[in-house]
């Protein structure tokens, strides 16, 4: 296995466990106490700047882009569900 397939399939596992953490912002995440939406949030942030770093390796400008974009919505996703 090459070392960019390598770095295609950690990107896509470390984005695949951000979504899984993001898709918390959709269900009651206002009834999660304050330090579980911040645990989720942390979470999101660190799992998708790994999933942002290992997308380097990607060489299809395409699917690059998708990932980009959905890791920013796994990262400031939370502004948009977030009640201040």
């Avoid at 296995?1 to 399939?9: D, E, H, V």
């Avoid at 993001?22 to 911040?38: E, K, S, T, V």
């Avoid at 890791?71 to 502004?79: A, K, L, Q, S």
């Amino acid at each position: 296995m090459t070392q960019n397939k390598k770095y295609l399939i950690l990107s896509f596992v470390f984005l695949g466990l951000s979504c899984l953490l993001a898709r918390h912002y959709f269900l009651p995440y206002m009834q999660y106490p304050l330090i579980y939406r911040r645990i989720i949030i942390i979470g999101c942030w660190i799992l998708s700047g790994f999933s942002l770093f290992f997308c380097r390796a990607i060489s299809n400008k395409f699917l690059k882009r998708i990932v980009i974009s959905i890791n920013i919505f796994c990262i400031y996703g939370w502004w948009f569900i977030y009640d201040f």
